[in-house]
């Protein structure tokens, strides 16, 4: 696993699971791990356009040609993860860390298995029972306070920020991509 930014806000977080993250389960994560980094600009999500409030993700890396799995990375989106508090950022990549422990114990399906975010009523389903998983395993790492603290600043701040932000964040996005976005969902 290689850390390839130098944010330290995310560097913190990923010494706090260094401290708690039991041995076995850390050795796991980090030789399925290929990587761990973080975007700078805030994301557009394919539907509708919408500021993408995601702060973390574990994501599939692939081959070009042929199209083959090989390898996992967690990305954090720093504009959205700065937004938590100390405690918060820190549930938010114990909870990214507990995905990709739950991932390194499937097959080269996992990415197929986890749920993807899909709009179907069995695809959230599925989503939401993986991120159930995900947080009782966070919580068993001794990461409940901050797990709660990602839940509760997620629906108190987080959210209502991005969307009374929307605005200026779009405005944001415009200027640095130079193009036009539609006027919004
Ligand atoms: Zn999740």
Known sequence: MRILTRSRQIRKALRALRARI??????TISAFLSR?????????????EAIDPISAALQPLYTLNPWILCGAEIVFVLP???????????????????????????DDDWPEKMGERQLTPAAIRKYEAEERRANAIASSWDFRAQIRAMREERGKFVNPYIRSHEIQIRRHIQQRDGYLLSPGP
């Open 80 to 106: 959205i993860y700065r937004l938590y508090t100390d405690s918060g950022m820190i549930g938010v990549a114990a909870h990214e860390f507990a995905h990709a422990l739950r991932a390194a114990r499937h």
């Open 22 to 27: 039991p041995a076995k389960d850390w050795q």
């Open 36 to 48: 761990v980094r973080a975007e700078t600009a805030w994301r557009i999500s394919g539907i509708g």
